[in-house]
């Protein structure tokens, strides 16, 4: 099983609401990663987890709050969020350790209104 | 900004025609990898080359390696319509799993 599995794929939020983006993989990987990503930009890495430890944040808000229960799993809980976050949130997974390759999601479209 | 540059920014073709593509980027790494992704989904790893590497196939893709010049190239040969997409160069620098993306080439391919 190759897939990386992303809830939901739509999103509409408003500003003051909490809401989770989740993620599950079953390929063993315990690497597990968030990118932020707008319309023709690349993706831009948020967090990183390795062996269900954060090991980088790239200096995100605080809004945005990772949180890997297993190595499975791997949710992004939001929290007063503005309309500029407004995005596809794609979440991948690899081996851990070095810059192997990547498996991604289908991605979560937010809209924040 | 760390983020590798490609070019062209987009790119038009004719089905059966090759597309190449460019990726430069800034730092010293560990491997170069080259991603597709079709219009608001998700990105599908196509070919990692490592930096002691300077040439690899798979498929109808070619992909070169300058670590002198710090540049990659992507070469699809015989282009198809299923090959409309965005391709990605990402950089992994060795110690950490943190892949740096280029800015993306757009490539159409024409029926």
């Known amino acids: 099983d190759t897939e990386v599995t992303q809830t939901p794929k739509h999103l509409v939020m408003g500003m003051t609401n909490k809401k989770s983006l989740k993620c599950e993989q079953h390929m063993g990987h315990r690497a597990m990663y968030w990118y932020k990503q707008k319309a023709k930009k690349p993706p831009e890495l948020m967090f990183v987890y390795s062996y269900e430890k954060l090991s980088i944040n790239e200096s995100v808000p605080s809004r945005f709050s990772p949180e890997c229960p297993n190595s499975s799993l791997l949710n992004l809980h939001l929290h007063a969020l503005q309309p500029e976050d407004s995005a596809l949130y794609l979440c991948a997974s690899s081996l851990a350790g070095t810059s192997y390759e990547q498996y991604f999601g289908p991605g979560t479209r937010l809209t924040v209104t | 900004s760390q983020q590798g540059e490609e070019d062209p920014q987009a790119l038009s073709i004719q089905e059966g025609e090759n597309a190449t593509m460019n990726c430069s980027y800034k730092t010293s790494i560990n491997n170069l990898q080259w991603y597709r992704q079709n219009s608001g989904r998700g990105l599908v790893h196509l070919i990692l080359?490592?930096?002691?590497?300077r040439e690899k196939h798979s498929g109808r893709l070619r992909v070169t390696l300058d670590t002198s010049k710090k540049s990659s190239s992507l070469l699809i040969t015989a282009s198809r319509a299923a090959d409309t997409a965005s391709y990605f160069c990402?950089?992994?620098?060795?110690?950490?799993?943190?892949?740096?993306f280029g800015t993306g080439t757009r490539l159409t391919i024409i029926p």
């Open positions: 990402a950089t992994g620098r060795f110690g950490n799993e943190k892949l740096t």
């Open positions: 080359i490592r930096s002691n590497e």
